[in-house]
């Protein structure tokens, strides 16, 4: 089997062949493999299985154009179950046991930083393709030569997010906010930014309750009950795949959402399939929208995902998506899969996609992208599920996101 060392090996080989064997193997069978750890399984699953869709589909669509510098892709994937030092010691396998060339790291931020730095060690090539925490690109303490950032971004998120939610916020006279959001790098760091850039925006909003449920937590029963008792006029969460349907589910129970105003940014196709009742007037960012941008390629994408898999595509499946196009393009430009050369490619590349909002997405110096499709509208039970979109001004983003890293002392 290629990459793998077989019994035949281990009983004839002397070490050095059997330390070579899965290389050996590999070049025998010419096919380039590419490894992906992710969660796969519990409630969080989402983020890996729509990321392995969407690579499954790169896969056949690479091979069908004569694959990668010749040769076929094969994607390895791989289980987390979400624990930092499982996603570190996978990566690692499939590095150095496994024969994989290139790495694709799908997962959370909670993972992510565990794998920069088996990345750091290994010098391979890889792309995150789902953590948003926006230090892991940002701070040139925690960026690594080859890694690079296919996915939005936090602060990015943030300044966007902020700006629509200052004029809802003034035009509905909603000054007392809540939040929730899960208690990891993610959740924390990116709801300290929305707030940030929310007073910069609305200086009199004041946040009055704070809840941190645990990634994964599967009652939320303790968190709908504070939010009633403090009583907020708006809730922001940061809550995500199966955490923010079962959170919604069971608020709809205690009527939580008759009673305030709610705004995410982490509504997708399948939480919303997931959420039993849901309720209109969510303010909701386009994480994924057949509709944003408006354009055929955009839409044709997004429903051959759904013949494919049955179900519609998330933000982490067009991320991922968008990483195998600009691995595509790094290669071929610079005719190498080695990591400094992919890395010197890939720097200040811009790419042909769908989900960029002029149909163009940037990967800047800074090892993360610009350009990718930001809107904010509000649910609505129907398709196309979120309506009234408002485009972000990528020129603000930019703005105010160098403002921010110069007082991080990031630059």
Same mark, same amino acid.
């Given at each position: 089997?290629?990459?793998?060392?077989?019994?035949?090996?281990?009983?004839?080989? &002397?070490?050095? &062949?059997?330390?070579?064997?899965?290389?050996?193997?590999?070049?025998?069978?010419?096919?380039?493999?590419?490894?992906? #750890?992710?969660?796969?399984?519990? =409630?969080?699953?989402?983020?890996?299985?729509?990321?392995?869709?969407?690579?499954?589909?790169?896969?056949?669509?690479?091979?069908?154009?004569?694959?990668?510098?010749?040769?076929?892709?094969?994607?390895? @994937?791989?289980?987390?179950?979400?624990?930092?030092?499982?996603?570190?010691?996978?990566?690692?396998?499939? +590095?150095?046991?496994?024969?994989?060339?290139?790495?694709?790291?799908? %997962?959370?931020?909670?993972?992510?930083?565990?794998?920069? $730095?088996?990345?750091?060690?290994?010098?391979?090539?890889?792309?995150?393709?789902? &953590?948003?925490?926006?230090?892991?690109?940002?701070? =040139?303490?925690?960026?690594?030569?080859?890694?690079?950032?296919?996915?939005?971004?936090?602060?990015?998120?943030?300044?966007?997010?902020?700006?629509?939610?200052?004029?809802?916020?003034?035009?509905?006279?909603?000054?007392?906010?809540?939040?929730?959001?899960?208690?990891?790098?993610?959740?924390?760091?990116?709801?300290?930014?929305?707030?940030?850039? @929310?007073? #910069?925006?609305?200086?009199?909003?004041?946040?009055?309750?704070?809840?941190?449920?645990?990634?994964?937590?599967?009652? @939320?029963?303790?968190?709908?009950?504070?939010?009633?008792?403090?009583? =907020?006029?708006?809730?922001?969460?940061?809550?995500?795949?199966?955490?923010?349907?079962?959170?919604?589910? #069971?608020?709809?129970?205690?009527?939580?959402?008759?009673?305030?105003?709610?705004?995410?940014?982490?509504?997708?196709?399948?939480?919303?399939?997931?959420?039993?009742?849901?309720?209109?007037?969510?303010?909701?960012?386009?994480?994924?929208? %057949?509709? @944003?941008?408006?354009?055929?390629?955009?839409? $044709?994408?997004?429903?051959?995902?759904?013949?494919?898999?049955?179900?519609?595509?998330?933000?982490?499946?067009?991320?991922?998506? +968008?990483?195998?196009?600009?691995?595509?393009?790094?290669?071929?430009?610079?005719?190498?899969?080695?990591?400094?050369?992919?890395?010197?490619?890939?720097?200040?590349?811009?790419?042909?996609?769908?989900?960029?909002?002029?149909?163009?997405?940037?990967?800047?110096?800074?090892?993360?992208?610009?350009?990718?499709?930001?809107?904010?509208?509000?649910?609505?039970?129907?398709?196309?599920?979120?309506?009234?979109?408002?485009?972000?001004?990528?020129?603000?983003?930019?703005?105010?996101?160098?403002?921010?890293?110069? #007082?991080?002392?990031?630059?």
């Amino acid at each position: 089997m290629s990459g793998l060392i077989t019994r035949r090996t281990m009983l004839g080989g &002397s070490a050095a &062949s059997l330390l070579a064997a899965p290389w050996v193997a590999r070049a025998q069978a010419n096919t380039l493999r590419v490894g992906m #750890q992710s969660i796969l399984s519990g =409630p969080i699953a989402l983020l890996g299985t729509s990321s392995r869709n969407a690579l499954m589909m790169e896969q056949d669509r690479i091979n069908a154009a004569g694959g990668l510098l010749g040769r076929p892709i094969e994607f390895v @994937f791989r289980d987390s179950k979400g624990q930092p030092q499982e996603a570190a010691r996978l990566t690692r396998e499939l +590095v150095n046991s496994t024969g994989c060339e290139l790495l694709i790291d799908a %997962e959370a931020s909670s993972g992510a930083f565990a794998v920069q $730095e088996v990345v750091r060690d290994l010098g391979v090539a890889c792309i995150h393709t789902n &953590s948003e925490t926006s230090s892991l690109t940002a701070d =040139p303490k925690i960026r690594v030569p080859t890694a690079f950032r296919v996915a939005r971004q936090g602060v990015h998120d943030a300044v966007a997010g902020s700006a629509y939610l200052s004029e809802y916020a003034n035009a509905k006279k909603l000054n007392k906010w809540a939040t929730c959001s899960p208690d990891y790098a993610y959740g924390r760091d990116t709801t300290a930014q929305y707030l940030q850039f @929310f007073k #910069q925006f609305k200086p009199d909003v004041e946040v009055i309750t704070e809840a941190w449920p645990k990634l994964g937590q599967p009652d @939320f029963t303790e968190v709908i009950t504070k939010l009633i008792q403090a009583k =907020p006029q708006a809730l922001f969460t940061l809550l995500y795949a199966g955490d923010l349907s079962a959170f919604v589910n #069971q608020g709809n129970i205690y009527a939580l959402f008759s009673q305030i105003a709610v705004a995410t940014p982490n509504v997708d196709y399948p939480v919303l399939a997931a959420i039993k009742n849901l309720p209109a007037g969510i303010q909701s960012a386009t994480r994924y929208l %057949e509709t @944003f941008p408006n354009t055929p390629a955009n839409k $044709e994408w997004g429903q051959a995902y759904l013949k494919r898999w049955n179900e519609r595509p998330t933000n982490w499946s067009w991320q991922n998506t +968008v990483a195998m196009q600009f691995y595509e393009a790094a290669i071929k430009k610079a005719n190498s899969l080695d990591g400094k050369a992919l890395a010197a490619a890939l720097t200040g590349m811009k790419i042909n996609t769908p989900f960029g909002v002029d149909g163009t997405i940037t990967m800047r110096d800074d090892h993360t992208t610009i350009g990718y499709a930001i809107g904010w509208g509000q649910t609505t039970p129907k398709e196309p599920f979120i309506v009234d979109v408002k485009a972000a001004d990528w020129g603000k983003i930019i703005e105010l996101e160098t403002d921010w890293k110069k #007082q991080q002392k990031y630059i």
